[in-house]
């Protein structure tokens, strides 16, 4: 069950967002210094011996490995060689199935279904042979994990090959390869002015008056990509005055190569307002490499109060702001789009994440413990507990049917009052299957008391609305809700103008068990901000 609400005080952030551009309208895909870098990658997957073979791409962070990767994978001609393609990020911590289930699923266009005693293994190994498949594996740490993945990789004649993106020379050693492994080269000076120029002008030319400035910036970015775009992110938001550009690379100068990086992060973090730095960190807390998605991500925002707003009515677009923000810094990547170029999924530069897990635990914003901290303590005026649901938690949920007080991990003396449980969607939690006598009931009473609520969603569990009470002008209107769904729902005995509650929704979903005499929006215009509706019966 998600259920995201908000108690209506905090100051993180409050201010007009009508003329800030969209999450669409920022996002541009720059890529630069990696075309001959491609064309070798590419070589080495068209070409070469017909076995199959592993193409291994290391160089150190922030270096654009995971970019080069994408950047072969979808081009045209690879797309057209392979007859089956598959990506996954593996990290430092991983969990076996889950990768070749996400790698089952791109192979076979999701068409097959997995149960959950299938062994995925055998069913991947079977798929992919006498195929010509390319499989890419991005940030690898431990030769453990090919010796984990690389069993269902079938051998043959065809021309398959995977692809591994690792940091650490030595995991290229130990993987078997007819090509050598590639080390990816630094940016020159020139490839970094590029991309600095086309980051910060966005497809405009450099004045004159800052061009010197510009590549004295670029050159002592000592041709890190990642230091390029975050640096990009810093000097675009000052004025643009030689003398501040000059600032920038007299201190990029001063600082050695190894931490370059997270100085330069430093002073991006620095440079953020307030209100979007709880915003960043927040993102930490999701698993490495996660493609967060992003309607998700801006929900718990809102429920953790980093973004408040004047007018509430405007708060999911506040949160939009706030992701367009760190966009536009290069401080979070985007990892996924919708078709109108919409962003759907957001996720973090490990050397980022890293960054913000060392200052959550330094500046004690919240009580951290990775991975998959059982809850998290964000310490305020007034005690509050937000619940991290992960694979322990939900055992114990599930033992003592969800009754929190009965759960012995959540302590509630030490706490006023539980606000929210938010998850990060994780797969556990995704595959969850909860036995009918075990579902959750969740009756009116409970909703009616939310009066800031504004996204309910039960993916999981029974919903029984119960709602006798005679229609009286007193009865609690719910004008913040924005969204309603429920996989199932039964509203046999619900009051014909229950929905009247909820004058403000934007969308809603059902699926209904049992369907009332009476019509539920018996006029239409109480509702006239809906636009999307969702609606079946059984």
């Known amino acids: 069950m998600e259920v995201v609400g908000t108690r209506g005080k905090g100051t993180l952030f409050s201010g007009e967002t009508s003329n800030k551009p969209s999450i669409t309208s920022i996002y541009d895909d720059v890529v630069v210094g990696f075309e001959k870098h491609a064309e070798i990658i590419m070589n080495k997957l068209i070409r070469g011996t017909k076995k199959r073979d592993v193409i291994s791409i290391y160089g150190m962070p922030g270096l654009g490995k995971t970019t080069l990767a994408k950047k072969v994978y979808n081009n045209p001609s690879i797309v057209n060689y392979f007859d089956v393609k598959a990506r996954c990020s593996v990290s430092q911590a991983y969990d076996r199935r889950t990768l070749l289930v996400e790698i089952f699923k791109q192979a076979t266009n999701d068409k097959i279904k997995i149960k959950e005693d299938d062994d995925v293994a055998d069913m991947l190994r079977k ?5 010509r498949y390319l499989i890419v594996l991005d940030d690898v740490w431990d030769v453990k994990a090919w010796e984990d993945l690389g069993i269902c990789f079938p051998q043959g004649e065809c021309g398959s090959r995977v692809m591994v993106t690792t940091r650490i020379e030595e995991v290229t050693k130990h993987l078997p390869h007819h090509s050598d492994p590639y080390s990816l080269s630094f940016l020159t000076s020139e490839e970094s002015w590029e991309l600095l120029e086309k980051k910060v002008f966005r497809g405009e030319s450099c004045p004159p008056d800052l061009l010197e400035a510009g590549l004295q910036v670029a050159l002592h970015c000592k041709g890190l990509p990642l230091v390029v775009v975050l640096i990009a992110g810093i000097i675009a938001k000052r004025e643009r005055e030689a003398s501040l550009w000059l600032e920038v690379a007299n201190d990029l100068s001063s600082l050695a190569l190894g931490e370059q990086s997270m100085k330069v992060i430093q002073s991006s973090y620095d440079h953020l307002e307030d209100h979007l730095k709880p915003c960043l960190l927040y993102m930490a807390l999701f698993p490495e490499d996660h493609k ?40 979070i990547m985007v990892s996924g789009m919708r078709f109108y170029r919409d962003v759907q999924y957001c996720s973090l530069h490990d ?37 991290y649901i992960h694979d322990d938690l939900v055992k114990q949920l599930d033992h003592t049917n969800y009754q929190l007080d009965k759960i012995p991990m959540l302590d509630f003396k030490e706490t006023n009052s539980l606000e929210f449980i938010a998850h990060p969607k994780l797969n556990t939690w995704n595959n969850l299957q909860v036995k009918s006598s075990e579902k959750l009931r969740l009756r009116a009473a409970t909703l009616s008391e939310m009066t800031n609520l504004r996204h309910v969603k039960i993916d999981c569990f029974f919903m029984v609305w119960e ?24 509203l046999d005995n619900m009051n014909a103008r229950l929905w009247w509650r909820f004058p403000n929704l934007e969308e809603l979903g059902l699926n209904v068990k049992v369907v009332p005499e009476f019509p539920l929006f018996p006029i239409a215009e109480v509702h006239s901000h809906l636009i999307f509706l969702l609606w079946s019966s059984l």
Request: glycine share 2%; aromatic share 6%; net charge neutral.
């Open 351 to 387: 050397v980022v994440r890293e960054f913000c897990l060392r200052k959550l635990t330094e500046d004690k914003y919240m009580q951290l413990a990775v991975p998959f901290n059982p809850y998290q303590h964000l310490h305020s005026t007034e005690s509050r507990l937000c619940i």
């Open 467 to 490: 709602n006798n009470e005679q229609e009286s002008s007193s009865a609690t209107m719910l004008e913040n809700m924005k969204s309603f769904g429920t996989c199932d729902i039964r």
């Open 127 to 131: 798929v992919l042979i006498g195929k």
């Open 292 to 331: 967060i998605p992003v309607d998700h991500l801006l929900k718990l925002w809102m429920a953790e109060e980093f973004v408040l707003n004047s007018r509430t009515e405007n708060m999911e677009k506040a949160c939009r702001v706030c992701m367009t923000d760190l966009l536009n810094r290069s401080l």
